[in-house]
């Protein structure tokens, strides 16, 4: 059973990156999805969540209109589109998938089951 992220890099303020989570071992069709990240000496906060069932996307402030949640259910794999980037956007971004079914359970990131290893966005001119 494993997580894992992909799609990380550098890319300059307004620009956009698209990462991947892919799942093997177990079917992402039942788990909610989580993206979280953390930056350098700050604590991992949480960034969007997609509902078990695929129904509902969930983000933090400072992504609204900017990110967007996505599965692949033929692919087994979960997206975060990130557009417009932001110099307070970098950080190492990771992947969880859990089987929870409340909005204060996919915005915390103690109930979620497994996570991916995480991948760098650094954002900067």
């Known amino acids: 059973v494993q997580l894992q992220a992909s799609g990380g890099g550098l890319v300059q303020p307004g620009g956009s990156l698209k990462l991947s989570c892919a799942a093997s071992?177990?079917?992402?069709?039942?788990?909610?999805i989580g993206w979280f990240r953390q930056a350098p000496g700050k604590e991992r906060e949480f960034v969007a969540a997609?509902?078990?069932?695929?129904?509902?996307?969930y983000y933090t402030d400072s992504v609204k209109g900017r990110f967007t949640i996505s599965r692949d259910s033929a692919k087994n794999t979960v997206y975060l589109q990130m557009n417009r980037l932001k110099p307070e956007d970098t950080a190492v971004y990771y992947c969880?998938?859990?089987?929870?079914?409340?909005?204060?359970?996919?915005?915390?990131?103690?109930?979620?089951?497994?996570w991916g290893r995480g991948t760098q966005v650094t954002v900067s001119s």
């Open positions: 071992g177990f079917r992402l069709d039942n788990y909610a």
């Open positions: 997609l509902s078990w069932n695929g129904d509902s996307t």
């Open positions: 969880a998938a859990g089987l929870l079914a409340h909005y204060s359970d996919y915005v915390s990131d103690r109930g979620y089951d497994y």
